[in-house]
């Protein structure tokens, strides 16, 4: 015999000494059934089972002519309030769980654009560059002038730089494409004059600069050098500006590339670690083809804006939820400063 539920009723036996009080007793409840009792009133019928309480005297006769052995079910109502409560619990913890991952993956793709950005500085001051051996570099008419030679089987010849050098590295955002998702981001090797003892190149606007990439117009034949990157988990770039000053009040100025430029004055140098200069690029903007941007950035960036003193700010939204990171490079005078903060708002 086990403990169970019953719908009890039927006569309420109390005994003092030898005076027995009959009444009517119905009750829900949960009973300890004692075997020992039930062994002991074998006399019993065989329709009614002796339950005892805690109370000392007290025996409890219970019919269990219909409800006998019977558990009491839910009804239609019960079943389904407690399918929606489960219902909703599980809901909940699905979409807390569901939240929490969608953060996890945004901390890591904005982490990981982070990261690679600070890569390309890291290259660029340590003079790290992609190069095929086919490539030439000259001067033609006070400009530079990128192309290839062709090497054939048994032939040492191979690309040559007249007059010019690598001087940076720029990277261009928010890369329209024909294949939109994930968003991309293009890493372009740039090129331009060196000089000589007799005209020495002194600043960005005398060394001609030009991305080693394919572009519009004149420059559709360079060679493609440029590293195609993609942001990670529907990461996208929301805005991308730069500030002349480092106050909030300062305007933002919208553009779409930003170059990280050896020091000209470094570049003759025999140290291996090189002063990294952060330049904005106006005149270029987001959402264009890797043409159209490679064109914008040969046309402005000699007078681009070397080291703003608010920095280049790119933001970037998560693919998954309103959570966004506001990317900082170069603020407050610290050029190779790579900063993310992460914010609801990104303005």
């Excluded at 769980?97 to 890291?122: H, Y």
């Excluded at 030009?210 to 590293?227: E, F, I, Q, R, S």
Aim: hydrophobic fraction near 40%; glycine fraction near 10%; aromatic fraction near 8%.
């Amino acid at each position: 015999m086990t403990a169970s539920k019953y719908y009890a009723y039927g006569i309420l036996v109390t005994m003092k000494g030898s005076v027995f009080t009959a009444a009517p007793w119905g009750h829900w409840g949960s009973y300890k059934a004692l075997d020992a009792v039930h062994q002991l009133l074998t006399s019993c019928s065989s329709y009614y089972l002796i339950l005892c309480s805690a109370q000392p005297y007290v025996v409890y006769s219970i019919n269990l002519d219909y409800y006998d052995n019977q558990e009491r079910g839910f009804t239609i109502v019960e079943t389904l309030i407690v399918l929606s409560v489960t219902s909703a619990l599980f809901l909940g913890a699905a979409t807390f769980i569901s939240g929490r991952q969608n953060n996890t993956q945004f901390q890591q793709a904005s982490r990981e654009v982070q990261s690679q950005i600070q890569a390309v500085m890291n290259e660029v001051a340590s003079g790290q560059y992609q190069t095929t051996g086919s490539l030439r570099c000259r001067q033609t008419g006070g400009g530079v002038k990128l192309d290839t030679v062709s090497v054939g089987p048994g032939t040492s010849t191979q690309g040559r730089n007249q007059s010019c050098m690598y001087l940076g590295k720029v990277l261009q955002f928010a890369v329209h494409s024909t294949d939109p998702d994930p968003e991309q981001f293009i890493v372009y090797p740039l090129a331009g004059l060196s000089g000589s003892d007799a005209s020495p190149v002194l600043n960005l606007l005398a060394a001609r600069p030009k991305v080693v990439a394919p572009a519009l117009g004149a420059d559709a034949g360079n060679p493609a050098m440029h590293d195609t990157k993609r942001l990670l988990n529907g990461l996208k770039v929301t805005k991308m500006y730069y500030r002349t000053c480092d106050t909030a009040a300062c305007p933002k100025v919208e553009i779409g590339a930003v170059g990280f430029v050896s020091s000209i004055s470094s570049l003759g140098s025999a140290d291996s670690s090189q002063q990294v200069n952060v330049v904005a690029i106006p005149g270029t903007s987001r959402n264009q083809t890797q043409q159209v941007g490679a064109g914008q950035i040969n046309a402005n960036i000699a007078a681009g804006v070397v080291n703003p003193a608010g920095g280049v700010s790119i933001c970037f939204q998560s693919g998954t939820n309103d959570l966004f990171s506001l990317v900082t490079i170069g603020a407050a005078g610290r050029q190779s400063a790579v900063d993310i903060v992460t914010k609801t708002v990104c303005s």
